[in-house]
Each structure stands twice: as C-alpha cells, then as structure tokens.
T-cell receptor, first 118, second 113 residues
Framework: DVKVTQSSRYLVKRTGEKVFLECVQDMDHENMFWYRQDPGLGLRLIYF???????EKGDIPEGYSVSREKKERFSLILESASTNQTSMYLCASSIGQGEFKWSNEKLFFGSGTQLSVL | QKEVEQNSGPLSVPEGAIASLNCTYSDRGSQSFFWYRQYSGKSPELIMSIYSNGDKEDGRFTAQLNKASQYVSLLIRDSQPSDSATYLCAVISYGGSQGNLIFGKGTKLSVKP
C-alpha cells in the first residue's frame, strides 16, 4: 500500500513563527501536493510538484512556499504564520506516469496536520 | 471558474437503505470523475473512479456518470453505519498535458442503525 506520512498530527505555533510541514511518500510517486481543508470551504490546493526541484502554485499559494529536494519528500513552509492559516493541512501524492504524468487524479493522502496558529 | 457542486447534507438514511449522493460540475470538457470518502478526523480515501457515461459497480457502490447533464452520482446499496462519512466528488479537466483536479465541498452521510 502507498504510504504518505506527515511528520506531525497536531501543531501549535505562534503568530510570526516560521513553520515547516513535512511529507514523505514511499511509493516513488512523481506528483506531490499540499492542500488545506477548512469547514465550509472544502479542499483547496496550495502548491504541487511534478518533479524534484519543481513547484507550481495552486489556488491559494499566498503566504506559503514549498521545497522538493528529493522525490519522496515535499515540504510546506509558512514563512510567517498568521491566525488565518489555522487549518488542517493534507499532503497527497499520485503516480503521475505515462498518460497521466501531469494529472493529479487518484490521490493518496497523508493523515493530515491540524495546525493552530495563536 | 470551474466548479463542482454537492449538497452538503447531512443526508440521513436508515441501515439497509440505498444512499444516493449527487454531484454536478460546470466544465463540459471534464473527463475523469472520482468519489472520495472521508471519515470524521481522517483524510480522504479514493473509493470510485469513472471515465465514461453509464454505471460502474464495485461491491455495494455504484458510480453513475451522465456527461450530457454534467452529473455524477454515487449509490450505496445496503447502507451500513460504517458508511457514515463525508463523500467528496472530484472532477478533472485536462488542458494540454496538465490536469486540474477540483473537489466539491462534500456531502455528509449518516446511516442510522
């Protein structure tokens, strides 16, 4: 089974702190994604990556950055955390090979990180 | 703005009944359609995918797609309390070599014993 591991299940940070959320997948997937999920707003794509050292903005990239130095690891960085970034953060990966190289269908999600910014 | 619409629910059905979950999408060029299940406090899990018009069955689950009406549905037969979850509809549109996955906000299903 594909395993997508997020480093923390719960995280509490203070406004202005720099926050790192780590995600590792063990199935050699090409594509990796960061979403946030908020009640009433659903899943929103923050950033994604189709290759090492490659990143693309999603729908809500403001206030975030990402890093993908190795194929299996995709990090989300909050440069200066704010209270409106309190949310559930979900990392996901997909195979991204062949016909579906650039697609993000059939996502495998990590267990999520509930981030609270105080 | 491409959209995927779902009734937020909650949809309440008795155990053993058929649960019907519906989804509409705005982009007529959409080609791939998915249903994810999300238990409370857990992450989404893919349960069904469908790519062509008609029905696709997998155990107690049936996905139905009607591209002309831009409508996709999920039927759960013999509903069980363990089916209680939020069901997310997701749709992909392909532009060039890149696909864009759009999630609906989900329908909460409650199956009463």
């Amino acid at each position: 089974d594909v395993k997508v591991t997020q480093s923390s299940r719960y995280l509490v940070k203070r406004t202005g702190e720099k926050v790192f959320l780590e995600c590792v997948q063990d199935m050699d997937h090409e594509n990796m994604f960061w979403y946030r999920q908020d009640p009433g707003l659903g899943l929103r794509l923050i950033y994604f990556s189709y290759d090492v050292k490659m990143k693309e903005k999603g729908d809500i990239p403001e206030g975030y950055s990402v890093s993908r130095e190795k194929k299996e690891r995709f990090s989300l960085i909050l440069e200066s955390a704010s209270t409106n970034q309190t949310s559930m953060y979900l990392c996901a990966s997909s195979i991204g090979q062949g016909e579906f190289k650039w697609s993000n269908e059939k996502l495998f999600f990590g267990s999520g990180t509930q981030l609270s910014v105080l | 703005q491409k959209e995927v619409e779902q009734n937020s629910g909650p949809l309440s059905v008795p155990e053993g009944a058929i649960a019907s979950l519906n989804c509409t999408y705005s982009d007529r060029g959409s080609q791939s359609f998915f249903w994810y299940r999300q238990y409370s406090g857990k992450s989404p899990e893919l349960i069904m995918s469908i790519y062509s018009n008609g029905d696709k069955e997998d155990g107690r689950f049936t996905a139905q797609l009607n591209k002309a009406s831009q409508y996709v549905s999920l039927l759960i037969r013999d509903s069980q309390p363990s089916d209680s979850a939020t069901y997310l509809c997701a749709v992909i549109s392909y532009g060039g070599s890149q696909g864009n996955l759009i999630f609906g906000k989900g329908t909460k299903l409650s199956v009463k014993p």
